[in-house]
Structure formats: structure tokens, C-alpha cells
């Protein structure tokens, strides 16, 4: 059987050939890549903060290519405090990057991946986005840079993973932290029906600067005003769509819906061990499966006002936090609240 590289088996463009880790043979452990890459990686070219480095794998009968930020601890001396920052669904590792200068003004080293699929990692069109397969996939960076314990971070779809992730791996988890996390409900179980990805993926084939900003600020920013730095968020995603990579990326995100609905969080949370800290917005009323929805189906979704506080008690060690006036993303919407609860709470 031949295998190709990470690269070409996207697309063979041969300027990515001078970074792409050749593998002769399939590699499941794999290998970091800690050199130039282009700007407009995989399709995503919004400007990180700090190098990107490359995590190459073999998984699912084909190599993969994990974007992710290294970010030093500011001394020596704090080596051993990790943080590992899992983003949302409409967002990339780069949104966690003011929480990531936080925290390692804190003490910490910051690792913020792009999950398989998503903005500068590779988009494969034939594989399983499974929350169980995501979470794996972290912890396989995590043992190739040597990281054995972590504080562990999601937003959104991230904190599914996170959430996940802390079931699979708890003696590798030193404190979990859930930002307004997707999974706090069983979407499915509330009459929310089924959508073949092939449709989700012609109704993502649509998707611009206008649509995007229009479903964020009724979901993540429910009921507040629209600021001018979250412009950059949106165009964050817009460029994906609009460029090389735009059809790949929809197909991806029909292709993480359709696992995402099937695989919500809620059922398990009382068999989380590690100590947990759950945040959310009490104006959230994000869920998926919204749109294809009938009102009375919708009327039942996303009222993280009272998902909140039922997920913190079912959970054995939580601490639980709900930010009053705040939507799905309090870290953006109110810097200064989100640090000022996230910092108390941090060893």
C-alpha cells in the first residue's frame, strides 16, 4: 500500500514539500515539525501570535497534520505547570491567545492545538471527528512533546473534548476548567432531527463574513451589543471558507455535526474523577441542530441558564461559575470578569 505525506495526500502542493515530515512508513506516535511553514496554512491565514509548530501522525489509514502553539512558561522554574487550551467549533487555537498570555503570566506553558480538521491542521475528508478520536489525538501531542499531567481547557466544542478527554486520561488531567461547554443536553433525545452531512455540507458551502457574524451574534452574543473586535473572529473563519480549502472545510464541519450530535457529554459527567470548574453564560442559548429545528424544538434548546447549574451537580468536584449578562464565549465578551474568576480558581 502507498502511503503519502500529510501534504500531499491534501493536495501535493510541492511548497509545502521543504516542511512536510516525510514518512516512509505509517507512524502512529509521530513526530513534531518546529520549522517555517506558509502564512496561509491548509486554507487558514490568520496571523498567529507565536510559531506554529507541526504535530505529523499517521491515524485512520492516513497522515495527519495537528497545527498548534507552543507557548513558553515565563522562567525554569514553572516547567512543570501546563496548560492545554481546546478551542471551539467556530473558532481556532489562536482565540484562546489573551487567556494564554494570562496564564502564563500565571506560571504556565500554554499549548494551543487546531484540531484535526480545523483552521491551520489538515482537513481530511474521510475520517471519524469523533469527540473520543479528538481527545485521543491531544493526548498523542501531549506524549510526543513529553507532557505527562496538564490543566486541561475547552470552550465550546472543546470543552466536549476537554470533558472527554478528562474521562479517558483522568491521571493526566490536574484540573479541568469547561467554558460554556456543547454536550450539557441531549439535542437528539429534545426532538432535534437528523441532517445527512451531505446537506450540512451544502448549507456550509454558503457560509461568508455576513452569515457567520449573523449566527454568532444570535448565539454567542445573545441579546448584547455587536463589538468591532470580534469582526476579526468572523473573518478569522470567512478567509477559511472563501479560500483553497473552503470545500474541504465545510465538509468537515458536516462531518463533526453529524459526530458531535450523537456524542453529547451530559450522559457521563458523574463519572468525571478529576476536579472540574465549569463557567458558563447565563444569555448562552447556543445548540446544535438549532437551524434545522421546528419552534417548538428550538424553544427546548440552549438555555445554558439552566444547564449550568444541572450539569455542576451532577458532576462530583465542581466548582461552578455563571457569568450574568454573558453569551457563549465570556472569555471574549468580558475579558476582565472571565480572568478575574479563571485566575481565582487556578493553583
Known sequence: MRIFSAFSAVSAISSYASFALAQPSPDPVGTIYDGDVPANLYGSDYPYPWPVKLYNF?????????????????????????AVLLHGGNFCGVTWSDTARQLTAAGYRVILPDDIGFCKSSKPQGYSYNVHQQAENIKSLLNVLGIEKATVMGHSMGGMIATRFGLMYPDNVDQLFLVDPLGLEDWVAKGVPYVPVDATYQGQLTQNFT????????SYFHGAEWKPEYDKWVQMLANIYAGDYGSDYAYVMGLVTDALLSQPIFYHLPLLKTRTYLMVGDADVTALGKQQSPPEVVAKLGHYAELGPAAAAMIPNCTF??????????????????????????D
Open 58 to 82: 499517521y491515524n485512520q489509514r492516513q497522515n495527519l497534520t495537528m497545527a498548534f502553539m507552543d507557548v513558553p512558561a515565563p522562567c525554569e522554574n514553572d516547567k512543570d505547570k501546563v
Open 211 to 218: 452569515t457567520l457574524k449573523a449566527y454568532e451574534q444570535a
Open 321 to 346: 461559575h455563571m457569568f450574568a449578562g454573558l453569551g457563549h464565549a465570556p472569555f471574549l465578551q468580558d475579558p476582565e470578569a472571565f480572568y478575574k474568576v479563571l485566575l481565582s480558581w487556578l
